[in-house]
């Protein structure tokens, strides 16, 4: 058993507290096939990058900024086959408010919509593509979310499922545990650790207010 020590642990959001790999699929390849971008390719670079920063590549001619605004509406409303990851809702709410954020590679929209389908309260610390100009795996975005807990870097803990968010965490020098939900193990050795799900985190606050995280 490993165990670390924290002020604050921040989430990303699918993959890891929302199961959103079927409605993430179906929405990205039914916008391929009206545009003529091939499916796979989009699927292969898609995990963990802001929706804008995989239109940039994968279809250079369109305008990435409409086409990510449209998407990522229709995808806010369309829930179908998202579900709570196992374990989600019992890790957040072993944490104290205020100690906990996610930052996601999806508009706020999206996000607070995912998390209200998913029955997981929206934290008051939330990091969206709306509001960083460089996405994962630039460390911008989980930078500023230590910024809005209040807390140094160092003393923040994340746990991603994405080798770009795994990349974007370790690049602002926080720990990062792995989540093997969407990403082979192998796929994710950038992490200080890795885990097969959520329950097997388990969190507890000590005498000295320090978060004690044990996987």
């Known amino acids: 058993m490993s165990t670390f020590s924290c002020s604050a642990i921040l ?11 079927e409605a993430v699929d179906r929405e990205w390849r039914e916008w391929g096939a009206r545009k003529g971008v091939d499916g796979d390719a989009i699927m292969a670079i898609s995990h963990g ?7 940039r590549r994968v279809a250079p001619h369109l305008d990435a900024e409409v086409e990510a605004a449209a998407i990522e509406n229709h995808e806010a409303h369309d829930q179908r ?8 809702l019992e890790l957040v709410k072993s944490i104290p408010s205020g100690r906990w954020g996610v930052v996601t590679s999806g508009s706020r929209l999206l996000a607070e919509n995912r998390l209200r ?7 008051e610390v ?3 593509s709306d509001d960083v100009v460089n996405g994962k795996p630039h ?5 500023k979310g230590a910024a809005l807990l209040g807390f140094a ?3 923040c803990l994340v746990i ?3 080798p770009a968010g795994i990349a974007s965490a370790k690049a602002g020098g926080m720990t990062v545990i792995g989540l093997g939900s969407t990403y082979r193990a192998e796929k994710l050795v950038q992490a200080d650790t890795v885990v097969s799900q959520l329950r097997k985190i388990h969190v507890s606050l000590n005498g000295a207010g320090t978060l004690v995280v044990k996987v």
């Not at 989430?11 to 790999?21: A, E, Q, R």
């Not at 389908?117 to 934290?123: A, E, F, L, S």
């Open 11 to 21: 989430f990303d959001l699918d993959g890891v507290l929302c199961d959103s790999t």
């Open 49 to 55: 990058v802001r929706t804008v920063e995989v239109i």
């Open 81 to 88: 086959g998202v579900v709570v990851m196992p374990g989600a």
């Open 117 to 123: 389908h998913c029955g997981v309260p929206v934290p």
């Open 126 to 128: 939330m990091v969206t």
């Open 139 to 143: 460390p911008e975005p989980y930078l």
């Open 153 to 155: 870097p160092e003393e």
């Open 160 to 162: 991603e499922d994405a």
